[in-house]
């Protein structure tokens, strides 16, 4: 719960900065919303990283930071989402063993992604004005989160293999897991672009 609550009050001081900002010129919104257009260029998928991070154009504004914690907090809040599709899957009756075994894989996956998220999170925040060999140290610690979390990702659906365990639970699994993926790897790139 502990986990919600963080993201919940990352998006929540998103919106309400971006709320409170958006009396803003339009010139500035469009210079964010340019911001995140060219900074998400360098990810391997732009169009998604423009959509999840231009309703939080306004608090982004053209910081690299605010953009690199949005990416985080969006990457975080869709793995959370999908660790509880995942573990309402765990209570599912009437699923094959070897289903059910994939399926706790899966969560075991994904609670490993959100707990390296988390950890990125708090990097970030305990980063501070750091500069320097310190900043590169805080860098260095959430490039390899993420890079863990992106590993991760990947593990689950390699559990689903064969024909047998080919069907709706391994399609919905493995969509929820592939958008996580995305974001998280967008996140990653935005991180590298700026993270010096």
Not at 112 to 132: A, I, Q
């Amino acid at each position: 719960m502990a986990k919600s609550s963080l993201v919940w009050l990352l998006l929540s001081a998103l919106c309400i900065a971006s709320t409170a900002n958006s009396a803003s010129t339009t010139r500035s919104s469009s210079g964010a919303a340019n911001f995140i257009k060219v900074s998400c260029g360098a990810t391997a998928y732009p169009a998604l990283c423009v959509q999840s991070l231009s309703l939080y154009a306004s608090s982004i504004k053209q910081s690299p930071r605010q953009l690199i914690q949005t990416a985080l907090a969006v990457s975080l809040d869709r793995a959370q989402s999908t660790k509880t599709f995942v573990y309402k899957l765990t209570k599912f009756k009437g699923i094959k063993p070897r289903e059910k075994a994939a399926i706790k894989d899966c969560f075991e996956v994904i609670d490993d992604t959100v707990d390296r998220l988390v950890e990125s999170v708090k990097e970030l925040k305990n980063m501070g004005s750091s500069k320097g060999q310190d900043y590169q140290w805080h860098i260095s610690n959430v490039q390899t989160w993420m890079s863990a979390a992106l590993t991760d990702e990947n593990t689950c659906v390699d559990g689903f293999s064969g024909k047998a365990l080919d069907g709706r639970i391994k399609n919905s699994i493995k969509a929820r897991f592939d958008h996580v993926e995305r974001v998280t790897s967008n996140a990653l790139a935005l991180i590298n672009k700026f993270g010096y």
